[in-house]
């Protein structure tokens, strides 16, 4: 989500006339976009905002502004700590700033931006499509700096991947802490299934994904939306955070561990073949040896293509931090998230040595070291050596060799159906 909202500022800042450039000491303007989920995430955010003071101090005039989850309601603490810091933005408020720098170059920021879409986007790209949530899990800051959910209209979604499209992207991740939440609190009240097949429609776009989902919020129309529509990737995140049902209680989640499971049950049997991920907090305050132990049963159970693991991390704010007590000591949370990982990178290596000598489809999405990458549309990481084609296609790769985290392939004999060129980026499609 952080992401996505650096992307649209930058969007903003480009249409006043401002370019990006390689180092901060050739900016006239400054932007660290915040994050504050962990402590460890937090820290280096303030190590990166006191890094910064000398570039302000040897020129008053740039501006330097702080924004993301760092960024509560009231900033008085915040501009006493980091008195050099001109600008502060709550996530996706990017008013402040682009009222300052409309002020120096002496024209009405709101008469010249429009689209906060991607100007030059990759040939994937996210797009935000509901802000905050209402959770209020007793361990997350989010809906405290993110606020309340709220979605935006189906056909503002639908314009700006249109455009998007028109830009050169081919695949695009629609974004939400609960995505599949998305709509609820709109008049008509549309769900994601129905963004989903609007989505869809669109030519020249050739895939497209969702994140983050909920398990409360996952409806059988959607887990249908995903089997039907074909540019729609057989993937989902879907955290369960806990496989302890007194664990996930006390972490606020709705859910018990069994309907969970029946949930992930649901999906296999209505999606063949889908890929899953989830995310697992260990060491949340008064997790037991035994409660840890069922999230580790459940992670070697149900087999997912991604396990995101966490060790529990005190957050102000939060109802947990108001309410529990940190009592698993760090020696142990870090016990716990080693063995969780080793367990799941055996699982995953597992998994993808069953793909070698297998074709997958991959989405060309550019060069690291000398190679090829892209993904699946299961969301794994592929590495080829000859594209054969350019940025942005679709080409079937041959499984060579598997491990944990990524495979590598050749592009299959005769495959010279490139079923995607990218559309070049013109100038016109720039000003659209
Ligand atoms: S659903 Fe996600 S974003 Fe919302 S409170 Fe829970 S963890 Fe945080």
Redesign the pocket.
């Known amino acids: 989500m952080n992401q996505a909202d650096s992307q649209r500022l930058a969007s903003a800042l480009e249409q006043l006339g401002l370019h990006s450039v390689d180092r901060p000491h050739d900016a006239d303007v400054i932007v660290l976009n915040s994050c504050v989920v962990r402590q460890s995430a937090e820290d280096k955010v303030v190590g990166n905002l006191t890094s910064m003071k000398p570039l302000k101090t040897n020129r008053p005039d740039r501006v330097l502004a702080l924004m993301g989850c760092k960024v509560g309601a009231k900033t008085d603490d915040l501009a006493k700590q980091f008195p050099y810091v001109d600008v502060f933005m709550r996530p996706q408020q990017y008013g402040p700033l682009l009222d300052l720098v409309g002020q120096r170059l002496g024209v009405d920021w709101e008469g010249c931006v429009g689209s906060l879409a991607a100007t030059h986007p990759d040939v994937t790209c996210y797009v935000p499509i509901i802000h905050g949530?209402?959770?209020?899990?007793s361990?997350?800051i989010?809906?405290y700096r993110?606020g309340r959910q709220v979605s935006r209209p189906l056909g503002e979604v639908v314009q700006e991947v249109e455009l998007l499209v028109r830009r050169g992207v081919k695949e695009v991740t629609v974004l939400g802490?609960?995505v599949d939440a998305y709509g609820h609190d709109l008049p008509e009240q549309p769900d994601l299934a129905d963004l989903l097949a609007l989505l869809n429609d669109i030519k020249g776009l050739e895939r497209i994904r969702f994140l983050?989902s909920?398990p409360s919020y996952m409806s059988q129309r959607i887990i249908q939306a995903v089997a039907d529509l074909p540019k729609v990737c057989e993937h989902i995140n879907l955290?369960v955070?806990a496989g302890d049902d007194q664990v996930l209680e006390r972490m606020r989640?709705p859910y018990t561990q069994g309907q969970y499971r029946e949930l992930i049950h649901q999906i296999r049997e209505t999606i063949p073949g889908v890929s899953l991920s989830t995310d697992v907090i260990v060491g949340f305050p008064g997790e037991t040896e035994a409660q840890y132990q069922r999230s580790l049963e459940l992670i070697s159970e149900l087999r997912f293509d991604k396990v995101h693991t966490a060790a529990y991390s005190q957050r102000p704010e939060t109802i947990a931090f108001r309410t529990m007590d940190d009592d698993v000591s760090q020696e142990e949370k870090a016990r716990r998230l080693k063995e969780l990982d080793l367990v799941q990178e055996n699982i995953l290596r597992e998994k993808n040595e069953t793909l070698v000598g297998q074709q997958v489809e991959v989405l060309i999405e550019g060069r690291k070291k000398g190679k090829w990458q892209g993904r699946t549309r299961s969301d794994k990481l592929v590495f080829f050596p000859d594209s054969g084609a350019g940025m942005g296609s679709l080409v079937d790769v041959l499984v060579e060799k598997a491990s944990p985290w990524s495979l590598q392939g050749s592009v299959a004999a005769g495959n010279t159906d490139q079923r995607t060129t990218p559309s070049p980026v013109t100038a016109e499609a720039l000003r659209r």
Not at 133 to 137: A, F, Q, Y
């Open positions: 949530c209402d959770l209020m899990c361990f997350c989010i809906p993110r802490q609960t983050t909920h955290p955070q989640r």
